[in-house]
């Protein structure tokens, strides 16, 4: 089993939700801020005079524990729905689950997935 963290423009988070509903058995979004190495983009100043750099982007992760069988796959539907071009289009990782539990269901492993 792997666990897939996919940091992708908070514009995307539909698109990609949709796309991998069905294919995965769960994941969860998390919305936030975030600074890498792709552009920050420009925002009115507070009198709307002048735009400015913002310091931070808009951001979702969307993590998901999937069989091994699957990751090709799933991180190929995030990459082709995520990407843009640009250097801010996101980052996906992707580690090694030794065990897993669904609490409510009592079931282990793949089986909890």
Do not use: H, P, W
């Amino acid at each position: 089993m792997k666990k897939i963290e996919a940091i992708i423009q908070a514009n995307k988070i539909k698109i990609i939700s949709d796309a991998i509903t069905g294919v995965v058995g769960g994941f969860t979004i998390i919305e936030g801020n975030g600074r890498g190495s792709g552009k920050r983009q420009k925002i009115r100043s507070e009198r709307g005079t002048k735009t400015i750099r913002a310091e931070y982007n808009k951001v979702a992760i969307i993590n998901t524990i999937v069989d091994d069988s699957i990751v090709e796959k799933v991180c190929q539907i995030i990459e082709e729905e995520a990407y843009t071009g640009e250097n801010s289009d996101g980052i996906i990782t992707i580690s090694n689950v030794d065990n897993v539990l669904n609490i409510g269901t009592k079931k282990k492993n793949s089986e909890a997935l």
